[in-house]
């Protein structure tokens, strides 16, 4: 579903944030992607989702390169970014609708869906207000719902937990599990490890733009912890 090949991003000066990242994410894999403040993970997940140019590498998704074939990889993909930027004079449903109509979804689906999700959500009640006036647990909820009723092979997230009360965190892991086993593939990044180590297939460990530890999650933790892991890695470098 997803193929990183020698991914390497370069900033103008010289500075070099990821350097030769290469991974596969196969359909129904939930891989968790952890590192540090200012390892690259963002940086990562914005060239996968075609937001962001590199260097070097390549990336496909669902066999579409992302910098050759831009269109059909997005078409396929949802990214939510760690701060959604959402039109705030807009309300919830208009949205949502304008989301739905950028990537033709029928408006029986985009119905069922939306009703699906933001009743789940608790957020039904106030799709008629403006987003302007939602606090920030509910932009994130109504960002989930917008990359949920994509039905996408390839959710792209970074630190999607953060904001949200533990019942919705609850309800998108679900969520995340069902999009696998649908034939999808989720690649998202967190700093909560304990969510990781439970609900991952796969984790890879950034470290200062580089791949430290990648593969299935109980060979990645092994007899010890994610927490354990992911401290040792930190403050002793990659062994």
Do not use: W
């Amino acid at each position: 579903m997803l193929t990183i090949s020698h991914y390497t991003k370069t900033y103008p000066g010289g500075k070099t944030a990821v350097e030769d990242l290469s991974l596969h994410i196969p359909a129904g894999e939930l891989c968790g992607f952890i590192g540090h403040n200012g390892a690259g993970k963002t940086t990562t997940l914005r060239a996968v989702a075609g937001v962001m140019s590199f260097t070097q590498g390549t990336i496909a998704i669902d066999g579409h390169d992302v910098r050759t074939d831009p269109i059909a990889a997005k078409a396929v993909t949802a990214f939510l970014p760690d701060n959604p930027d959402l039109y705030e004079f807009m309300s919830g449903i208009e949205y949502l609708n304008l989301i739905a109509d950028l990537y033709d979804i029928p408006a029986r689906q985009r119905e069922e869906r939306v009703r699906l999700y933001a009743d789940a959500f608790a957020l039904t009640g106030d799709l008629g207000s403006a987003i302007a006036s939602y606090s920030h647990g509910m932009k994130q909820k109504l960002a989930i719902i917008s990359a949920l009723i994509r039905k996408p092979r390839l959710l792209i997230l970074d630190e999607p937990f953060v904001g949200l009360d533990p019942a919705a965190a609850h309800l998108l892991k679900g969520y995340l599990r069902e999009l696998c086993e649908a034939g999808g593939a989720v690649f998202f990044s967190t700093h909560v490890l304990e969510v990781a180590e439970k609900l991952c297939d796969t984790i890879a460990i950034i470290k200062d733009g580089r791949l430290v530890r990648y593969g299935p999650t109980e060979e990645v933790v092994g007899d010890s912890s994610l927490e354990d892991v992911f401290l040792g890695l930190v403050e002793k470098g990659a062994e």
